[in-house]
C-alpha cells in the first residue's frame, strides 16, 4: 500500500478525527500554564493554601468549603511543593481534563465518538470562564470535571438496556467525590435526580440501582457532615444565602450566564452578550434534538437551572452592595456546552463548523482579557514577601488577621523560618496574648491590611507599646508592614547614670555584635530633663550620619523613658559603631554639651556603648 493510500484509509478510519481530539485539552493546558506566575496569589487562593498547615477539623470549622479538593492540594505540594507556579499547576490540570471528559461525556449523550466529541471539547477549551478558574488555587476546574464525568457515566444510566455495575459504582462515587469538592455539587446531584425520576416511567425495575446510589451518597458524606455540626463550622451560620434576598433573582441569574458564557471579566456590553446568546441559541437547538428523551433534556437544563438560581441566590456584597460570585454556577457550564454541541449536530457541517469557529472567535477577547488581567499592586503580596526576606529574621513572629496572608506567606516563601501567629484575640484577652508573643519572641512583625498602627478599635497597640517599641514601619501596597521590637525594662536603680547638662540619663549596657537587619533595642530614662527639649539616639560614626536614630519630646516621654527600637540597614557596612543620646531645643536645634567627654562622647553626644557589625 502506498503513502497516498494509507493517508486516505487513515481519513477513512476517521483516525483525523480521533487524533483531532487531542487538539482542545492541549491547547487548553497551553492557555492555562501561559504566564501563570504573573498574577499575584488573590485572597481565596491564599486561603486554599492556608489549610495546608492545619488539622482536618480546621477546614469544617474555618472554611465553607468540603475538605476534598484541599486534601488532593495537600498531596500534590506534599510531592511537588507549594510555590505558587506548581500549586495553580493542579487547576490547570484538573481544568484539561474537564475538556476531555467533556468530549468523552458527549460520546456518551450522542451514542457516537470520533470527530463528534471534538466540538464541545473545543468550546469548552475555549471558555474563559473555565480559563479563568484553571489559573488559581481554587476547586472550581476540579468541581467542572467532576460534573462531566458523572454526566459521562448517567447517561448510560438513563439510556442503556443493561448498564454495567461498575457504572453504577463510578457514578456513586463521583457524586460523593464532587460533595466532598464543592457543595454546590449538590445543584449537580439535584439536576440529575429529576431526570432519573422521569427515567423510571421507561426504565421501572432500576428503582432498586436508584437507591442504592442515595443511600451510598448519603452514607458517603455523613462523616463530613457530622463534622461540621461537631466543630460548630462557619458554613451553618453563613448569612450569604440570607442576604441574597436583596438580589433581582431574574436580571441576577442572566447576569451569572453571561459571565459563564463570556467569563467573570467580560464586558458588558454588545461583545459580552454575544457568547450567551449563540450558546443560548445552540443549546434551545440541543434541547429540541432531544424532545423524545425527556430524562435527558431535565438533566442538561436542570444543571444550567439550579447551577445559576443558586449562584444568584448567593450574594457576597456588604450591607446594600451586590456581589455575584458566578463560579458558584459551575455545574451549568458543562450542561450548557453539552447542550450547544447536541443543537451543533442538528445542523450541516458547513454551518456547523462556522458556528464553531465564530463561537471560538467571540471567545477571543474573553480570552485576553483572563490573559491579561491586570495586576492589582495594592493586593500584591510579593513586594512583603521581598522585603520579610530581606529584613526578616529565624523566629521573628508574624501576626496575620487574614488565614489568606499565611497561605501566601508559606507559598512564596516555604522554606522560611518565621513563626505565623493568627491575630485571634479579644479585649479582655488581649495582655496574655501580648506576653506570650513577648515570651517567646523579641520582634514581632504586624501585617496590617486596611488598618495602620494605633487603630482604637484594637487592643493590642497599647498593649505593645506598653512593652517596645516599633523599629519600622511603611506600607506595601494595601498592608502596612510594622516591625515591632520588644525592650527589656531597666533595672532601678539603673545600671549606670551620666549627666548631661541639668539633665542624667540611665541606661543599660548595649549588644557588643549585630547583624545588617537586627534590632537594637533601647530603653534610658531622663532625670531632671529641660522642659521643652527632645531627645535623640544615634546608631553611627561620629564623624558621619547616623545609620539609624530615634526621636520623641521628652514631655511625651511616660516616666522619662525613652524606649526605642533601633533597625540596622540591611546594607550597613561592616564595621565599629557608637550608640549615642543627647538633647535639643526644637525650636533652635540647639544641643545641650556633654560636660566631660569622654571614651566616645563627642561634645553634644553621650556614648552608651560601641557595637560592632559583622556580616
Known amino acids: 500500500m502506498s503513502w497516498l493510500e494509507r493517508i486516505r ?12 481530539g487531542l487538539v482542545p485539552p492541549v491547547l487548553f493546558f497551553a492557555l492555562s500554564v501561559v504566564d501563570l506566575n504573573r498574577l499575584p496569589l488573590w485572597w481565596d487562593e491564599g486561603g486554599s493554601l492556608d489549610f495546608l498547615d492545619r488539622p482536618l477539623s480546621a477546614i469544617a470549622a474555618l472554611d465553607t468549603h468540603p475538605p476534598g479538593y484541599h486534601l488532593l492540594l495537600l498531596v500534590w505540594t506534599h510531592l511537588l511543593g507549594r510555590e505558587p507556579f506548581v500549586a495553580r499547576m493542579l487547576s490547570a490540570l484538573t481544568g484539561t481534563l474537564a475538556v476531555a471528559l467533556c468530549g468523552w461525556a458527549a460520546t456518551r449523550w450522542t451514542e457516537d465518538s470520533g470527530r463528534r466529541n471534538v466540538a ?49 459504582i463510578g457514578y456513586t462515587l463521583t457524586l460523593i467525590v464532587g460533595l466532598y469538592v464543592h457543595l454546590g455539587f449538590a445543584a449537580v446531584g439535584a439536576a440529575q435526580a429529576l431526570g432519573v425520576a422521569l427515567s423510571l416511567r421507561r426504565w421501572p425495575g432500576r428503582w ?27 458554613l451553618l451560620a453563613d448569612t450569604r444565602l440570607e442576604a441574597g ?47 423524545r428523551r425527556p430524562a435527558e433534556v431535565v438533566v442538561l437544563v436542570g444543571l444550567i437551572f439550579f447551577g445559576v438560581v443558586g449562584a444568584a441566590r448567593i450574594n457576597y456584597g456588604l450591607a446594600d452592595e451586590i456581589a455575584v460570585a458566578a463560579r458558584l454556577g459551575f455545574g451549568a457550564l458543562p450542561g450548557l456546552i453539552l447542550l450547544a454541541a447536541l443543537g451543533l449536530e442538528q445542523l450541516r457541517p458547513q454551518l456547523r463548523w462556522i458556528l464553531v469557529v465564530a463561537l471560538i472567535g467571540l471567545s477571543g477577547p474573553g480570552l485576553g482579557r483572563v490573559l491579561g488581567q491586570p495586576i492589582d499592586t495594592a493586593e500584591d503580596f510579593r513586594p512583603i514577601i521581598a522585603h ?49 508573643l513577648a515570651a517567646g519572641h523579641d520582634r514581632v512583625w504586624l501585617l496590617n491590611y486596611g488598618t495602620t498602627w494605633g487603630d482604637p478599635s484594637d487592643a493590642i497597640y497599647a498593649e505593645l507599646e506598653a512593652r517596645g517599641a516599633i523599629a ?43 547583624r545588617p537587619g537586627d534590632v537594637l533595642p533601647v530603653r534610658v530614662r531622663w532625670q531632671d530633663a529641660p522642659a521643652g527639649f527632645n531627645t535623640f539616639l544615634h546608631l553611627g560614626a561620629s564623624d558621619a550620619a547616623p545609620i539609624a536614630q530615634s526621636d520623641s519630646a521628652v514631655a511625651a516621654l511616660p516616666d522619662g523613658e525613652l524606649v526605642a527600637a533601633l533597625l540596622i ?25 556633654v560636660p566631660a567627654p569622654a571614651g566616645c562622647d563627642t561634645a553634644d553626644r553621650l556614648c552608651l556603648g560601641t557595637i560592632d557589625i559583622v556580616r
Open 569 to 593: 540597614p540591611p546594607d550597613a557596612p561592616p564595621g565599629r559603631y557608637a550608640l549615642y543620646v543627647g538633647l535639643y531645643d526644637p525650636a533652635t536645634g540647639a544641643r545641650l554639651s
Open 472 to 514: 519600622e514601619r511603611l506600607t506595601l501596597g494595601a498592608t502596612e508592614v510594622v516591625l515591632f521590637a520588644f525592650v527589656p525594662s531597666l533595672s532601678d536603680p539603673s545600671p549606670a547614670y551620666r549627666p548631661l547638662g541639668p539633665a542624667t540619663v540611665g541606661f543599660a549596657p548595649v549588644a557588643d555584635e549585630a
Open 120 to 168: 464541545p471539547m473545543l468550546l469548552l477549551a475555549t471558555s474563559p470562564f473555565l480559563l479563568h478558574y484553571a489559573r488559581e488555587v481554587r476547586m472550581y476546574g476540579l468541581a467542572i470535571a467532576l460534573t462531566a464525568l458523572s454526566l459521562g457515566l448517567l447517561a448510560p444510566l438513563l439510556s442503556w438496556p443493561t448498564p454495567r455495575r461498575r457504572v453504577w
Open 388 to 436: 520579610l526576606r530581606v529584613v526578616g529574621k529565624p523566629g521573628d513572629a508574624v501576626l496575620y488577621t487574614f488565614r489568606w496572608q499565611n497561605g501566601d506567606l508559606g507559598s512564596y516563601w516555604p522554606d522560611h523560618e518565621l513563626d505565623p501567629v493568627l491575630r485571634l484575640y479579644d479585649r479582655e484577652d488581649v495582655a496574655v496574648y501580648v506576653e506570650h
Open 245 to 291: 434576598a436583596r438580589v433581582n433573582v431574574l436580571a441576577t441569574s442572566l447576569e451569572v450566564l453571561r459571565q459563564i458564557a463570556a467569563g467573570p471579566s467580560a464586558q458588558s456590553g454588545l461583545l459580552g452578550w454575544t457568547p450567551f446568546v449563540t450558546l443560548g441559541g445552540l443549546a434551545l437547538v440541543g434541547v429540541w434534538a432531544l424532545r
Open 208 to 234: 432498586r440501582g436508584w437507591v442504592g446510589v442515595g443511600l451510598g451518597v448519603i452514607a458517603g458524606v455523613v462523616p463530613w457532615a457530622y463534622m461540621l455540626v461537631s466543630t460548630s463550622a462557619v
Open 9 to 20: 484509509a487513515f481519513a477513512r478510519a476517521d483516525e483525523v478525527g480521533r487524533w483531532l
